[in-house]
């Protein structure tokens, strides 16, 4: 009986080492067929690293990780893995007089920009160059190359400049349409705030078609402000939409502070694609003229003041003020009739108030081109034609 008693135990207890031997071996084999899943990849034995993977390699050699995104995450990924290499760090250097004695202090910028074409032009803002004597552009393979000025229209903040660089390292930019866009659509802002190379942030359209004066008292009105975080460094970098076109150029922010506050603006590309290519064939942008010197700003509309003599203003026949002189003795009067002057209502067809709304209609037009001139000349309205000057 005892010795039936002690095989029993016997095989029982063998049963368990057995059901625990069979479940390690399985547990193990699970283990090695997660493989680097189930936790942090090491570096190798050496020590040594290689280059970090683009986000678009990473989802290539781990085709799980593509089923565990989100549809926003796949966007963010694919916006960035296609245009992240044309982004450029741009950085400055220059001098400013200062001090009792105007002694010359050193300066240094940053800002961001975009590759244009394979030839090396970058599209950035002027304010980012202004006034700078060195300019340096740091690609994605972080070589840098010298950069030389090619042209700016500081009226509109837009600038290019060139680098030699090999072709293979440049990858231009694709340009969108930013007339199709609305409040709401997503964004995409890409550049090196605060120095930190190619940094994304995203957002969506705020608002058209703001008004943002940005040089001599001159006005844009057809920026794009969205709430795309971007800071001190982003300014000249790209906004792109879901399919990663450029939509716009990043180049000022709302703020108390110096830093993002949700509220940013950028130039349209389509602005930028009618300044550019004269930017890279003249080095400037010719804007046509008028002829109209100085313009008094009345609730009403806009009274002429001067005519730039034998201007287009004046051969089309627009009347400014009427200047007389009359002498009494050894003194000379000189009285004006400013009621003599024609009042500018509007520029084919369009309402103008101010000189800013008087500029922007004119050049929005091409040397050349002929615009109707209403006006309101002794209580009468005329509509005047005028043939536009410049090169």
Do not use: W
């Amino acid at each position: 009986m005892k010795y039936l008693l002690g095989c029993l135990c016997s095989a029982l207890i063998g049963g368990l080492i057995a059901v625990m031997v069979y479940e390690h071996k399985g547990a193990a084999a699970a283990l090695a067929a997660e493989g680097a899943r189930s936790g942090p990849a090491l570096p190798d034995q050496a020590g040594s690293r290689s280059r970090p993977e683009s986000p678009g390699e990473r989802l290539e050699a781990e085709p799980g990780l593509l089923g565990e995104l989100t549809d926003d995450e796949r966007v963010n990924i694919a916006v960035y893995d296609r245009v992240n290499r044309s982004v450029v760090n741009i950085t400055t250097r220059g001098e400013r007089r200062g001090g009792i004695f105007q002694i010359e202090v050193p300066t240094e910028g940053a800002g961001s920009g975009s590759i244009l074409d394979k030839s090396g032009h970058i599209l950035t803002n002027n304010h980012v160059i202004e006034d700078a004597r060195h300019v340096t552009v740091t690609l994605f393979d972080g070589k840098s190359y010298d950069a030389r000025f090619v042209g700016a229209d500081p009226i509109n903040d837009v600038a290019v400049i060139k680098i030699d660089a090999p072709a293979e390292s440049l990858h231009p930019v694709l340009l969108g349409d930013s007339r199709r866009l609305k409040v709401g659509m997503r964004v995409f802002a890409i550049g090196n705030p605060f120095g930190l190379e190619r940094t994304l942030t995203t957002g969506i359209i705020s608002s058209l078609n703001r008004a943002l004066q940005i040089h001599e008292n001159r006005t844009i009105k057809s920026i794009i402000q969205i709430d795309a975080a971007i800071n001190p460094g982003n300014s000249g970098g790209p906004l792109l939409d879901s399919r990663a076109r450029l939509i716009g150029m990043n180049t000022a922010i709302a703020t108390k502070t110096g830093q993002s506050a949700g509220v940013g603006f950028a130039i349209p590309v389509g602005l930028i694609a009618r300044i550019v290519p004269q930017l890279l064939e003249k080095g400037r942008v010719v804007r046509p003229e008028i002829g109209i010197a100085k313009v008094f700003e009345t609730e009403r509309g806009l009274l002429i003041y001067q005519l730039i003599p034998g201007g287009p203003a004046e051969r089309a026949g627009l009347r400014g003020p009427q200047f007389s002189t009359r002498r009494r003795g050894p003194f000379v009067f000189e009285s004006v009739d400013r009621s003599a002057a024609d009042l500018i209502v509007a520029i084919d067809g369009q309402k103008v108030t101010s000189a800013d709304d008087f500029l922007s209609v004119i050049e929005a037009k091409e040397p050349g081109g002929r615009v109707q001139v209403t006006v309101i000349r002794k209580g009468q309205e005329l509509s005047v034609p005028v043939t536009l000057g410049g090169e």
